[in-house]
């Protein structure tokens, strides 16, 4: 339950910074933003091209869920 509130209250400051932002204001605390991972809410390890952490990536790539990802070999 507290993930869930932890996503829902960076959902909420990432629209007020957007809102702040397309309005030509600046945001009052622009450091406090920050990405989260869309499937387990992981903070750290956070790679902005596909919008999930390090660990999920590992995990759909090696299952075949991401389309174009394979795991290297040599």
Known sequence: ????????????????????????????FPTRIYNRCQLCARRHGYMRIFGICRICFRELASNGDMPGITKSSW
Do not use: E, F, S, V
Request: charged residues 30%; proline residues 4%.
């Open 1 to 28: 339950m507290a993930r869930i509130a932890l996503i829902n209250k960076q959902k909420a400051q990432l629209a007020d910074y957007l809102r702040a932002k397309a309005a030509g204001r600046k945001p009052k």
